[in-house]
């Protein structure tokens, strides 16, 4: 079944930049007995982007949103006291782009935005404020 897309979620892990993947896998399924994972795709500091979940999947991103929503996250988001920080490296700032590029011509229509930026959400999520940053990064995925 095709899901109508209509946001492209961007996320940070909230977690320090050297977790593992296999580490946010488990508290989600230990923590928060989710059978699926929280985002589509993560980031690694690398810039190596991984697949968690096919996009025809429902993730767990965003409470009441997550039917019609795609989800990237990239590891970091908080400082070594646990403040929220945009501290993506630039191999991830570039990862973010492509794949913002890449599912914005897969689904033409959705809106590209942060966690934070959906009604009653109170986290940071993810750190930086998305809209703003492509502004200047590529204006063209902005609608």
């Known amino acids: 079944m095709q ?3 209509n946001y492209i979620v961007v996320h940070c892990t909230a977690t320090p930049v050297n977790t593992t ?3 946010i896998e488990r508290y989600w399924k230990e923590q928060k007995n989710w059978t699926k994972p929280g985002y589509h795709y993560i980031i690694k500091r690398n810039g ?3 697949n968690l979940l096919p996009e025809d999947q429902v993730s767990n991103g965003v409470k009441n949103f997550n039917l019609h929503s795609v989800h990237i996250s990239y590891i970091g988001g908080v400082d070594d006291n646990n403040n929220p920080v ?6 991830q700032k570039t990862a973010l782009l492509k794949k913002l590029a890449e599912l914005k011509q897969r689904y033409p229509a959705a809106k590209i935005q942060g966690h934070r930026d959906f009604p009653n959400v109170t986290k940071a999520c993810p750190s930086f404020d998305v809209r703003n940053w492509l502004k200047e990064a590529a204006p063209e995925l902005l609608n």
């Open 48 to 50: 190596v982007i991984i």
């Open 3 to 5: 899901r109508q897309i």
């Open 86 to 91: 945009d501290n993506r490296t630039a191999e």
């Open 21 to 23: 993947i296999e580490s």
